[in-house]
Nanobody
């Protein structure tokens, strides 16, 4: 009914940049909250950045380097990642709280995209 499709992951050198995209589709009325998580091997999944009711928040380790934004006309959220470090290496997941056209509430996850930062 609702899907999130991610793109933009890849391999980049330390200090480089990547931009992740996540496009939502389906019977969507609104997306009050949408953001990015990441999970490295052997570690817990952590929240990276989120937009909720128009307000952006970031985990401390990415503040000043990452920027989350959204294009409501395209139902797409972006994560601009600058000054990348090897410790940013992880699978990045898009997540959204969606209000459907039938007024139901869904918690939806993307499939994940690999980001690898080499030293």
């Amino acid at each position: 009914q609702v899907q999130l499709v991610e793109s933009g992951g890849g391999l980049v050198q330390a200090g480089g940049s990547l931009r992740l995209s996540c496009a939502a589709s389906g019977s969507i009325d609104s997306i009050p909250t949408i953001g990015w998580y990441r999970q490295a091997p052997g570690k817990q999944r952590e929240l990276v950045a989120v937009i909720t009711n128009g307000i952006t928040k970031y985990t401390d380790s990415v503040k000043g380097r990452f920027t989350i934004s959204r294009d409501n006309a395209k139902n797409t959220v972006y994560l601009q990642m600058n000054s990348l470090k090897p410790e940013d290496t992880a699978v990045y997941y898009c997540n959204a709280h969606v209000i459907t056209s039938m007024a139901s509430l869904l918690n939806v996850w993307g499939q994940g995209t690999q980001v690898t930062v080499s030293s």
